[in-house]
């Protein structure tokens, strides 16, 4: 093997950077095809490689090693994330992203919530800066997640009395009726998603008391006809399997003091293939609207497993 020439003599940063069992290790092997070795001596790769290859390694050690030295605690995904970004992102932007980013908010048991990519941190802004946002990525990038970070985030802020959460029920039409339950009960399978993170961030009691409270409200699109929503933060999931008179219907209840987040991936469309999706039509017609800011993310942006990315990679031209 090849010795890279980099020497981590700190075992708290060691350890840091390979994690537990070198579960850090992983992404970085994935990405450069390689076997890696790291000891507080040496950092080995396989002799195969390049020196091209060999020196954007040691970028991103180098890149590891300044942020354990800053106190930067190291997970998974943001070695992967690293490794990834610095194929086109400078190092010193990518340092000063996380010595800066700022906590979003805590969740109901105290754990800080921040950005954990340059776009995720440039969406919370244009979030922040505009009425109506449209975005799109595909699984795992965190478009969805974010909004509701941020909008539980205004919530206890107070700059919104509820939030509302919607999404198209493509499987069932606009049959609910014929669903067992309360409009809630029937409602529900399509919303788990958006459920998981409200408990992720407020808990299943409180969260469960705000929706009896109507402070939380579920408003599938079908039921949506004829309102105006103020003062609320609205998050619409699964925006691309909206028809273009759903999403015509949808963007048009927009009140005073009202945020609305439309949030979808557009190599997902499950509608029939004579229908056009409403988000697509929507991105098309809106573009160039003043508080209205339509939001792409990027496959680099993924925070699951990174095998996520690489099943998304095979499968996003079929």
């Known amino acids: 093997m090849k010795e890279l020439n980099i020497k981590i003599e700190d075992f708290q940063i060691l350890s840091n950077i390979v994690g537990e069992k070198d579960r850090n290790l992983t992404p970085i092997r994935y990405h450069f095809h390689t076997n890696i070795i790291v000891n507080h001596s040496s950092v080995l790769v396989d002799d195969f490689l390049d020196d091209l290859t060999m020196a954007r390694i040691e970028n991103v050690f180098n890149t590891l090693i300044y942020l354990s030295s800053h106190h930067i605690a190291l997970k998974v995904r943001d070695v992967k994330y690293i490794t990834e970004a610095l194929e086109s992102v400078d190092k010193d932007e990518l340092v000063d992203f996380y010595l800066r980013r ?34 799109t990525g595909v699984a795992g990038v965190g478009k969805t997640y974010v909004a509701v970070c941020d909008a539980v985030r205004n919530l206890r802020l107070g700059n919104y009395k509820k939030i509302i959460l919607s999404r198209p029920v493509v499987e069932a039409g606009e049959s609910l009726g014929y669903l067992p339950g309360d409009l809630k009960e029937k409602i529900d399978p399509y919303l788990i998603p958006l459920y998981d993170a409200l408990y992720d961030l407020m808990g299943k009691r ?48 927009l009140g005073f003091n009202t945020k609305m987040v439309v949030t979808g991936d557009l190599t997902q469309i499950d509608l029939p293939k004579t229908s056009m999706s409403g988000m697509g039509y929507a991105i098309e017609r809106l573009d160039s609207i003043k508080g209205l800011k339509i939001f792409t993310f990027d496959i680099k942006d993924v925070v699951r497993n990174p095998l996520v990315e690489r099943i998304i990679e095979r499968l996003q031209d079929d």
Do not use: H, W
Request: no cysteine.
């Open 102 to 135: 700022k906590e979003i908010l805590r969740t109901y048991n105290g754990k800080p919530i921040y950005p954990k990519t340059l776009n995720q941190e440039q969406y919370l802004k244009v979030l922040n800066e505009n009425d109506v946002i449209i975005s």
């Open 206 to 253: 409180t969260t469960d008391e705000l929706i009896d409270e109507g402070v939380i409200e579920i408003a599938p699109l079908a039921y949506m006809r004829g309102r105006t929503l103020e003062d609320a933060y609205v998050i619409l999931d699964e925006a691309q399997n909206t028809t273009r008179t759903q999403m015509k219907l949808f963007l048009t209840r």
